[in-house]
Protein backbone atom coordinates (compact mmCIF):
# COMPACT_ATOMS: atom_id res chain seq x y z
CA UNK A 1 0.00 0.00 0.00
CA UNK A 2 1.23 3.64 -0.83
CA UNK A 3 2.03 6.22 1.60
CA UNK A 4 -1.16 7.95 -0.14
CA UNK A 5 -3.71 5.23 0.64
CA UNK A 6 -2.46 4.47 4.17
CA UNK A 7 -3.37 8.05 4.33
CA UNK A 8 -6.31 7.71 2.37
CA UNK A 9 -7.37 4.86 5.55
CA UNK A 10 -6.35 6.44 8.01
CA UNK A 11 -8.43 9.66 7.27
CA UNK A 12 -11.05 7.37 6.58
CA UNK A 13 -10.70 5.49 10.08
CA UNK A 14 -10.71 8.60 12.00
CA UNK A 15 -13.97 10.21 9.98
CA UNK A 16 -16.15 7.37 10.24
CA UNK A 17 -15.46 6.79 14.16
CA UNK A 18 -16.12 10.49 14.62
CA UNK A 19 -18.86 9.94 12.19
CA UNK A 20 -20.32 7.07 14.29
CA UNK A 21 -20.86 8.99 17.63
CA UNK A 22 -23.34 11.39 15.76
CA UNK A 23 -25.13 8.71 14.03
CA UNK A 24 -25.66 5.33 16.41
CA UNK A 25 -26.36 2.16 15.43
CA UNK A 26 -24.89 3.35 11.99
CA UNK A 27 -21.51 1.68 10.27
CA UNK A 28 -19.24 3.93 8.78
CA UNK A 29 -16.59 1.87 8.07
CA UNK A 30 -18.61 -1.03 6.48
CA UNK A 31 -18.57 1.36 2.87
CA UNK A 32 -14.99 0.62 3.44
CA UNK A 33 -14.84 -2.73 3.60
CA UNK A 34 -16.34 -3.14 0.33
CA UNK A 35 -14.12 -0.39 -1.64
CA UNK A 36 -11.00 -2.28 -0.15
CA UNK A 37 -12.35 -5.67 -1.41
CA UNK A 38 -12.53 -3.87 -4.90
CA UNK A 39 -9.86 -1.77 -4.87
CA UNK A 40 -7.01 -3.27 -2.69
CA UNK A 41 -5.81 -6.25 -2.43
CA UNK A 42 -7.14 -9.23 -0.16
CA UNK A 43 -3.99 -8.52 2.74
CA UNK A 44 -4.69 -4.74 3.22
CA UNK A 45 -8.82 -5.35 3.20
CA UNK A 46 -7.53 -8.57 5.82
CA UNK A 47 -5.70 -5.78 7.86
CA UNK A 48 -8.39 -3.00 7.97
CA UNK A 49 -11.21 -5.03 7.87
CA UNK A 50 -9.56 -6.67 11.62
CA UNK A 51 -9.07 -3.34 12.68
CA UNK A 52 -12.53 -1.97 12.11
CA UNK A 53 -13.73 -5.39 13.57
CA UNK A 54 -12.07 -4.02 17.11
CA UNK A 55 -13.40 -1.15 16.57
CA UNK A 56 -16.86 -2.11 16.36
CA UNK A 57 -16.89 -4.50 18.85
CA UNK A 58 -14.75 -2.35 21.39
CA UNK A 59 -17.20 0.41 21.38
CA UNK A 60 -20.12 -1.58 21.23
CA UNK A 61 -22.06 -2.96 23.80
CA UNK A 62 -23.14 -6.78 22.67
CA UNK A 63 -20.73 -9.92 23.38
CA UNK A 64 -17.90 -10.43 20.80
CA UNK A 65 -19.57 -12.08 17.58
CA UNK A 66 -22.27 -9.34 16.42
CA UNK A 67 -19.71 -7.53 14.06
CA UNK A 68 -17.43 -10.73 12.57
CA UNK A 69 -20.96 -11.92 11.85
CA UNK A 70 -22.21 -8.47 10.37
CA UNK A 71 -18.73 -8.26 8.58
CA UNK A 72 -19.06 -11.95 7.58
CA UNK A 73 -22.34 -11.53 5.95
CA UNK A 74 -21.74 -8.34 4.25
CA UNK A 75 -18.64 -9.65 2.38
CA UNK A 76 -20.18 -12.51 1.22
CA UNK A 77 -23.43 -10.76 -0.01
CA UNK A 78 -20.79 -8.96 -1.70
CA UNK A 79 -19.26 -12.15 -3.29
CA UNK A 80 -22.82 -13.15 -4.29
CA UNK A 81 -24.06 -10.03 -5.78
CA UNK A 82 -20.39 -9.72 -7.75
CA UNK A 83 -21.23 -12.84 -9.65
CA UNK A 84 -25.13 -11.21 -10.35
CA UNK A 85 -23.84 -7.30 -11.04
CA UNK A 86 -21.09 -4.94 -12.31
CA UNK A 87 -19.39 -5.06 -8.69
CA UNK A 88 -18.94 -1.14 -8.56
CA UNK A 89 -22.43 -0.48 -9.97
CA UNK A 90 -24.12 2.28 -7.81
CA UNK A 91 -27.35 -0.25 -8.17
CA UNK A 92 -25.61 -2.86 -6.65
CA UNK A 93 -24.34 -0.60 -3.66
CA UNK A 94 -28.02 0.35 -3.28
CA UNK A 95 -29.33 -3.16 -3.16
CA UNK A 96 -26.06 -3.74 -0.89
CA UNK A 97 -27.11 -1.16 1.27
CA UNK A 98 -30.45 -2.35 1.59
CA UNK A 99 -30.05 -5.99 2.60
CA UNK A 100 -27.47 -4.59 5.03
CA UNK A 101 -30.39 -3.10 6.69
CA UNK A 102 -32.30 -5.84 6.81
CA UNK A 103 -29.13 -7.60 8.02
CA UNK A 104 -28.87 -4.80 11.30
CA UNK A 105 -32.62 -5.18 11.92
CA UNK A 106 -32.06 -9.06 12.21
CA UNK A 107 -28.72 -9.55 13.54
CA UNK A 108 -29.68 -6.83 16.44
CA UNK A 109 -33.08 -9.43 17.49
CA UNK A 110 -31.46 -12.44 17.34
CA UNK A 111 -27.64 -11.03 19.09
CA UNK A 112 -29.77 -9.86 21.76
CA UNK A 113 -32.09 -12.44 22.32
CA UNK A 114 -28.84 -14.92 22.47
CA UNK A 115 -27.68 -12.45 25.91
CA UNK A 116 -31.10 -12.53 27.26
CA UNK A 117 -31.44 -8.97 26.24
CA UNK A 118 -33.93 -6.55 25.18
CA UNK A 119 -33.06 -3.61 22.49
CA UNK A 120 -35.72 -1.24 21.37
CA UNK A 121 -37.15 -2.30 18.05
CA UNK A 122 -38.49 0.85 17.23
CA UNK A 123 -35.16 2.50 17.67
CA UNK A 124 -33.36 -0.31 15.72
CA UNK A 125 -35.23 -0.12 12.64
CA UNK A 126 -34.71 3.64 12.42
CA UNK A 127 -31.14 2.73 12.51
CA UNK A 128 -31.40 0.33 9.65
CA UNK A 129 -33.20 2.36 7.50
CA UNK A 130 -30.54 4.95 8.10
CA UNK A 131 -28.17 2.37 7.61
CA UNK A 132 -29.46 1.38 4.17
CA UNK A 133 -29.53 5.29 3.30
CA UNK A 134 -25.93 5.86 4.32
CA UNK A 135 -24.12 2.91 2.76
CA UNK A 136 -24.42 3.71 -0.95
CA UNK A 137 -24.43 7.64 -0.43
CA UNK A 138 -21.01 7.09 1.34
CA UNK A 139 -19.51 4.31 -0.85
CA UNK A 140 -20.56 6.60 -3.64
CA UNK A 141 -18.15 9.46 -1.76
CA UNK A 142 -14.98 7.47 -0.84
CA UNK A 143 -15.27 6.00 -4.28
CA UNK A 144 -14.82 8.85 -6.07
CA UNK A 145 -12.27 9.86 -3.58
CA UNK A 146 -10.12 6.69 -3.58
CA UNK A 147 -9.76 6.98 -7.73
CA UNK A 148 -9.23 10.55 -7.63
CA UNK A 149 -5.99 10.16 -5.20
CA UNK A 150 -2.21 10.75 -7.16
CA UNK A 151 -1.68 7.30 -8.15
CA UNK A 152 -5.22 5.39 -8.75
CA UNK A 153 -5.83 6.96 -12.56
CA UNK A 154 -8.33 5.46 -13.27
CA UNK A 155 -11.77 6.00 -15.35
CA UNK A 156 -14.80 6.74 -12.79
CA UNK B 1 -17.71 -23.21 15.47
CA UNK B 2 -19.02 -19.89 15.62
CA UNK B 3 -21.92 -20.32 17.95
CA UNK B 4 -18.61 -22.29 19.90
CA UNK B 5 -16.66 -19.50 20.04
CA UNK B 6 -19.06 -17.34 20.81
CA UNK B 7 -20.60 -19.17 23.62
CA UNK B 8 -17.14 -19.77 25.12
CA UNK B 9 -16.53 -15.90 24.42
CA UNK B 10 -20.21 -15.50 27.03
CA UNK B 11 -18.67 -17.60 29.69
CA UNK B 12 -15.21 -16.66 29.80
CA UNK B 13 -15.47 -12.94 28.29
CA UNK B 14 -11.71 -13.12 27.16
CA UNK B 15 -12.35 -11.83 23.29
CA UNK B 16 -14.69 -8.79 24.82
CA UNK B 17 -12.01 -8.15 27.68
CA UNK B 18 -9.53 -7.98 24.12
CA UNK B 19 -12.05 -5.88 22.11
CA UNK B 20 -12.50 -3.40 25.17
CA UNK B 21 -8.46 -3.09 25.38
CA UNK B 22 -8.21 -2.20 21.49
CA UNK B 23 -11.31 -0.51 19.78
CA UNK B 24 -12.58 0.94 23.00
CA UNK B 25 -9.26 2.29 23.61
CA UNK B 26 -8.32 3.38 20.36
CA UNK B 27 -11.61 5.48 19.94
CA UNK B 28 -11.08 7.02 23.67
CA UNK B 29 -8.00 8.82 21.75
CA UNK B 30 -9.53 9.72 18.69
CA UNK B 31 -12.34 11.44 20.01
CA UNK B 32 -10.96 13.38 23.27
CA UNK B 33 -8.72 15.01 20.93
CA UNK B 34 -11.35 15.77 18.79
CA UNK B 35 -13.53 17.56 21.55
CA UNK B 36 -10.92 19.50 21.92
CA UNK B 37 -10.44 20.66 18.11
CA UNK B 38 -14.38 20.57 17.99
CA UNK B 39 -14.72 23.04 21.04
CA UNK B 40 -11.51 25.35 19.19
CA UNK B 41 -13.74 25.34 15.55
CA UNK B 42 -17.07 26.17 17.66
CA UNK B 43 -15.33 29.45 19.35
CA UNK B 44 -13.66 30.64 16.39
CA UNK B 45 -17.42 30.48 14.14
CA UNK B 46 -18.24 32.21 17.27
CA UNK B 47 -16.14 34.98 17.11
CA UNK B 48 -15.42 35.56 13.29
CA UNK B 49 -17.47 33.81 10.81
CA UNK B 50 -20.82 34.84 12.84
CA UNK B 51 -19.84 38.01 12.43
CA UNK B 52 -18.79 38.49 8.71
CA UNK B 53 -21.82 40.81 8.07
CA UNK B 54 -21.69 43.19 11.01
CA UNK B 55 -17.78 43.68 9.19
CA UNK B 56 -19.59 44.94 6.30
CA UNK B 57 -21.22 47.66 8.00
CA UNK B 58 -18.63 49.16 10.33
CA UNK B 59 -15.34 47.39 11.30
CA UNK B 60 -14.37 48.89 14.71
CA UNK B 61 -18.32 47.92 16.03
CA UNK B 62 -17.21 44.33 14.40
CA UNK B 63 -14.15 43.97 16.58
CA UNK B 64 -16.01 45.03 19.60
CA UNK B 65 -18.40 42.69 19.37
CA UNK B 66 -16.39 40.22 18.39
CA UNK B 67 -14.30 40.74 21.51
CA UNK B 68 -17.15 41.40 23.73
CA UNK B 69 -18.94 38.04 22.42
CA UNK B 70 -15.80 35.86 22.58
CA UNK B 71 -15.29 37.34 26.13
CA UNK B 72 -18.98 36.54 26.85
CA UNK B 73 -18.90 33.05 25.11
CA UNK B 74 -16.09 32.22 26.67
CA UNK B 75 -17.18 33.41 30.46
CA UNK B 76 -21.01 31.27 29.97
CA UNK B 77 -18.86 28.24 29.57
CA UNK B 78 -16.65 29.00 32.18
CA UNK B 79 -20.26 29.23 34.40
CA UNK B 80 -21.37 26.49 32.78
CA UNK B 81 -18.57 24.09 33.63
CA UNK B 82 -18.24 25.63 37.19
CA UNK B 83 -21.71 24.84 38.07
CA UNK B 84 -21.75 21.63 36.76
CA UNK B 85 -18.34 20.78 38.33
CA UNK B 86 -19.65 22.68 41.55
CA UNK B 87 -22.68 20.06 41.22
CA UNK B 88 -20.17 17.33 41.18
CA UNK B 89 -18.52 18.07 43.76
CA UNK B 90 -21.68 18.45 46.21
CA UNK B 91 -22.44 14.83 45.28
CA UNK B 92 -21.52 13.69 48.40
CA UNK B 93 -20.54 9.80 48.85
CA UNK B 94 -21.94 7.61 51.06
CA UNK B 95 -19.90 5.99 53.46
CA UNK B 96 -16.81 3.48 52.47
CA UNK B 97 -17.20 5.51 49.13
CA UNK B 98 -15.46 7.61 47.09
CA UNK B 99 -16.29 9.84 44.35
CA UNK B 100 -13.84 10.50 40.51
CA UNK B 101 -15.09 12.52 38.45
CA UNK B 102 -15.16 11.72 34.75
CA UNK B 103 -15.90 13.39 31.37
CA UNK B 104 -18.96 11.75 28.89
CA UNK B 105 -16.82 11.37 25.24
CA UNK B 106 -19.41 9.49 23.17
CA UNK B 107 -22.46 7.88 23.61
CA UNK B 108 -23.37 5.22 21.64
CA UNK B 109 -21.25 4.08 18.96
CA UNK B 110 -20.97 1.65 15.89
CA UNK B 111 -23.89 -1.34 14.63
CA UNK B 112 -22.94 -3.03 17.58
CA UNK B 113 -23.96 -0.38 20.44
CA UNK B 114 -27.66 -2.17 20.75
CA UNK B 115 -28.01 -0.71 24.38
CA UNK B 116 -28.66 2.69 25.65
CA UNK B 117 -25.07 3.77 26.69
CA UNK B 118 -22.19 6.26 26.92
CA UNK B 119 -18.73 6.33 27.01
CA UNK B 120 -16.75 7.90 29.25
CA UNK B 121 -12.53 8.76 29.65
CA UNK B 122 -11.63 7.03 32.96
CA UNK B 123 -11.05 3.19 32.58
CA UNK B 124 -9.37 0.16 34.35
CA UNK B 125 -6.57 2.72 35.22
CA UNK B 126 -8.64 4.74 37.26
CA UNK B 127 -9.75 1.54 39.05
CA UNK B 128 -13.05 1.58 37.21
CA UNK B 129 -14.44 -1.77 36.60
CA UNK B 130 -17.25 -3.61 35.76
CA UNK B 131 -20.75 -2.62 37.39
CA UNK B 132 -18.95 0.45 39.13
CA UNK B 133 -21.68 2.82 39.88
CA UNK B 134 -22.07 6.29 38.06
CA UNK B 135 -24.19 9.21 39.21
CA UNK B 136 -25.15 12.69 38.50
CA UNK B 137 -26.03 15.27 40.72
CA UNK B 138 -29.75 14.71 40.11
CA UNK B 139 -29.28 11.15 41.22
CA UNK B 140 -28.67 7.87 39.33
CA UNK B 141 -26.91 7.34 36.11
CA UNK B 142 -25.95 3.90 35.52
CA UNK B 143 -23.36 1.06 36.13
CA UNK B 144 -20.17 0.36 34.01
CA UNK B 145 -20.92 -2.15 31.23
CA UNK B 146 -17.12 -2.49 30.05
CA UNK B 147 -14.26 -1.07 30.76
CA UNK B 148 -10.79 -0.70 28.92
CA UNK B 149 -7.47 1.00 30.68
CA UNK B 150 -8.61 5.05 30.05
CA UNK B 151 -12.70 4.28 28.77
CA UNK B 152 -15.42 2.94 30.16
CA UNK B 153 -18.70 2.20 28.86
CA UNK B 154 -22.00 3.01 31.01
CA UNK B 155 -25.05 1.43 31.10
CA UNK B 156 -27.73 3.78 31.58
CA UNK B 157 -30.72 3.39 34.04
CA UNK B 158 -33.42 4.16 31.31
CA UNK B 159 -31.90 0.88 29.05
CA UNK B 160 -34.41 -2.04 29.50
CA UNK B 161 -31.83 -4.54 30.38
CA UNK B 162 -31.00 -1.95 33.94
CA UNK B 163 -33.49 -3.76 36.62
CA UNK B 164 -32.37 -1.97 39.94
CA UNK B 165 -34.33 -2.51 43.00
CA UNK B 166 -35.60 0.45 44.65
CA UNK B 167 -37.60 1.47 47.72
CA UNK B 168 -40.34 4.75 47.65
CA UNK B 169 -38.74 7.57 49.70
CA UNK B 170 -42.16 8.62 51.53
CA UNK B 171 -44.08 5.28 52.06
CA UNK B 172 -41.13 2.60 51.57
CA UNK B 173 -42.78 0.89 48.83
CA UNK B 174 -40.27 -1.68 47.38
CA UNK B 175 -40.20 -2.31 43.45
CA UNK B 176 -37.82 -3.39 40.57
CA UNK B 177 -37.08 0.10 38.53
CA UNK B 178 -36.92 -1.13 35.11
CA UNK B 179 -36.17 0.93 32.08
CA UNK B 180 -38.21 1.16 28.74
CA UNK B 181 -35.70 2.84 26.44
CA UNK B 182 -34.29 6.81 25.92
CA UNK B 183 -37.47 9.13 25.80
CA UNK B 184 -39.68 6.71 27.43
CA UNK B 185 -40.79 6.22 31.00
CA UNK B 186 -38.91 3.94 33.77
CA UNK B 187 -42.14 1.23 34.56
CA UNK B 188 -41.30 0.23 38.48
CA UNK B 189 -42.45 -3.10 38.95
CA UNK B 190 -44.26 -6.04 41.37
CA UNK B 191 -45.53 -3.18 43.42
CA UNK B 192 -48.50 -4.74 45.45
CA UNK B 193 -52.06 -3.85 44.96
CA UNK B 194 -51.74 -2.10 48.76
CA UNK B 195 -48.96 0.18 48.28
CA UNK B 196 -49.35 3.30 49.52
CA UNK B 197 -46.70 4.95 46.71
CA UNK B 198 -47.80 8.25 45.25
CA UNK B 199 -46.75 10.30 42.46
CA UNK B 200 -43.79 12.55 43.22
CA UNK B 201 -42.53 10.20 45.63
CA UNK B 202 -38.41 9.77 44.80
CA UNK B 203 -37.03 6.18 44.17
CA UNK B 204 -33.85 5.39 46.16
CA UNK B 205 -31.77 2.37 45.69
CA UNK B 206 -32.46 -0.01 48.28
CA UNK B 207 -28.67 -1.38 47.81
CA UNK B 208 -29.87 -5.02 47.96
CA UNK B 209 -28.46 -5.92 44.01
CA UNK B 210 -25.10 -5.60 45.66
CA UNK B 211 -23.61 -2.63 43.16
CA UNK B 212 -25.11 0.77 44.25
CA UNK B 213 -24.90 2.15 47.08
CA UNK B 214 -28.19 2.14 49.26
CA UNK B 215 -30.52 5.38 49.47
CA UNK B 216 -28.92 7.15 45.72
CA UNK B 217 -31.81 9.04 44.32
CA UNK B 218 -32.61 7.15 41.00
CA UNK B 219 -36.20 8.38 39.66
CA UNK B 220 -39.53 10.23 40.74
CA UNK B 221 -43.08 8.57 40.72
CA UNK B 222 -45.44 10.25 37.50
CA UNK B 223 -48.25 7.72 37.56
CA UNK B 224 -49.78 5.42 39.63
CA UNK B 225 -52.92 3.31 38.43
CA UNK B 226 -54.09 -0.15 38.39
CA UNK B 227 -55.09 -2.27 35.09
CA UNK B 228 -57.46 -4.95 35.01
CA UNK B 229 -56.87 -8.09 36.63
CA UNK B 230 -53.00 -7.30 37.13
CA UNK B 231 -51.73 -8.46 40.96
CA UNK B 232 -49.33 -5.11 40.77
CA UNK B 233 -50.01 -1.49 40.14
CA UNK B 234 -49.07 -0.03 37.56
CA UNK B 235 -46.39 2.25 38.21
CA UNK B 236 -44.41 5.07 36.08
CA UNK B 237 -41.31 6.52 37.00
CA UNK B 238 -39.09 9.52 35.32
CA UNK B 239 -35.58 9.24 35.74
CA UNK B 240 -33.83 12.38 37.84
CA UNK B 241 -31.07 13.22 34.94
CA UNK B 242 -31.38 13.90 31.44
CA UNK B 243 -29.36 11.53 28.99
CA UNK B 244 -29.04 14.39 26.52
CA UNK B 245 -27.41 16.97 28.63
CA UNK B 246 -24.87 14.39 30.38
CA UNK B 247 -21.36 16.22 30.20
CA UNK B 248 -19.89 14.83 33.48
CA UNK B 249 -20.53 12.30 35.52
CA UNK B 250 -18.76 11.11 38.84
CA UNK B 251 -18.02 7.20 39.77
CA UNK B 252 -18.60 6.07 43.05
CA UNK B 253 -15.88 3.58 44.11
CA UNK B 254 -15.55 1.54 47.06
CA UNK B 255 -12.71 3.15 49.67
CA UNK B 256 -9.67 1.19 49.91
CA UNK B 257 -9.76 -1.04 53.06
CA UNK B 258 -7.52 -0.09 56.21
CA UNK B 259 -4.29 -0.30 56.10
CA UNK B 260 -2.76 -3.74 57.49
CA UNK B 261 -0.83 -1.55 61.33
CA UNK B 262 -4.64 -0.33 61.31
CA UNK B 263 -6.15 -3.68 61.33
CA UNK B 264 -3.25 -4.65 63.73
CA UNK B 265 -4.46 -2.10 66.04
CA UNK B 266 -8.10 -3.35 66.71
CA UNK B 267 -8.55 -5.73 69.07
CA UNK B 268 -8.96 -9.36 67.01
CA UNK B 269 -12.45 -10.22 68.25
CA UNK B 270 -13.20 -12.57 65.38
CA UNK B 271 -12.22 -16.34 64.25
CA UNK B 272 -9.41 -16.09 61.60
CA UNK B 273 -9.62 -17.44 58.25
CA UNK B 274 -7.46 -20.31 56.88
CA UNK B 275 -4.64 -18.98 54.14
CA UNK B 276 -5.36 -19.20 51.08
CA UNK B 277 -8.96 -19.46 52.03
CA UNK B 278 -10.59 -16.13 50.25
CA UNK B 279 -8.85 -17.38 47.12
CA UNK B 280 -11.47 -19.82 46.74
CA UNK B 281 -13.89 -19.13 44.21
CA UNK B 282 -17.14 -19.49 46.43
CA UNK B 283 -16.01 -16.72 48.41
CA UNK B 284 -14.23 -14.18 45.34
CA UNK B 285 -18.54 -14.57 44.35
CA UNK B 286 -19.95 -13.73 47.69
CA UNK B 287 -17.84 -10.49 47.76
CA UNK B 288 -18.85 -9.16 44.25
CA UNK B 289 -17.43 -7.22 41.96
CA UNK B 290 -17.69 -3.81 43.99
CA UNK B 291 -14.88 -4.74 45.78
CA UNK B 292 -11.65 -2.44 45.43
CA UNK B 293 -9.08 -4.38 43.42
CA UNK B 294 -6.68 -4.33 46.27
CA UNK B 295 -9.23 -6.63 48.04
CA UNK B 296 -10.00 -9.06 45.53
CA UNK B 297 -7.03 -11.32 44.58
CA UNK B 298 -6.67 -10.98 40.85
CA UNK B 299 -5.25 -14.26 39.56
CA UNK B 300 -8.05 -15.99 41.17
CA UNK B 301 -10.63 -13.71 40.31
CA UNK B 302 -13.73 -15.69 38.06
CA UNK B 303 -14.71 -14.26 34.78
CA UNK B 304 -17.82 -12.50 35.20
CA UNK B 305 -20.62 -12.62 32.06
CA UNK B 306 -21.07 -9.04 31.17
CA UNK B 307 -24.50 -7.72 32.65
CA UNK B 308 -24.56 -10.15 35.27
CA UNK B 309 -25.38 -8.39 38.87
CA UNK B 310 -29.10 -6.69 37.11
Redesign the interface.
Known sequence: MTGRRAAFWTVFT?AG??L??FL????FL?PGLILSLQEEKLRTTVILGVIWL?????????????????YALLVGLFFFGHWLFEARNFLFMMILGACLGVL?FGL?DV??Q??D????PG??LV?SIV?AVVFPVEWGLIYIIHNHLPQNGQNI | M?LG??TW??RT?Y??T??????????RW??TP?RWVWTRLSSFWERYVYFVGVRQENETLREDLARANEELVGAREQASLAKRLTDLLLIAPPPQWTREASRVI??????????E?F?IDKGRRSDVDVNTPVVAPEGVVGRV??A?MNAA?V?MVTD??SKIPVVSQKSRTQGILVG???G?PMMLQYVSLSAQVEPGEILVTTGLEGIFPQGLPLATVTNVNREGASLFLNVSAQALFDPKRLEEVALLKKAPPPKPEEEEALPDTSTKRPKGAADRKGEVKKRGRNEPPEARPQESTPKKK??EGQ
Open positions: LMWQSPGVDAFIQEGTGSLAFGTVVLWHMMTLQWRAARVEQ | YVFNIGVDLASHTGLELTVLGAHRLGPNAALTVLRSTLPNRGSQRG
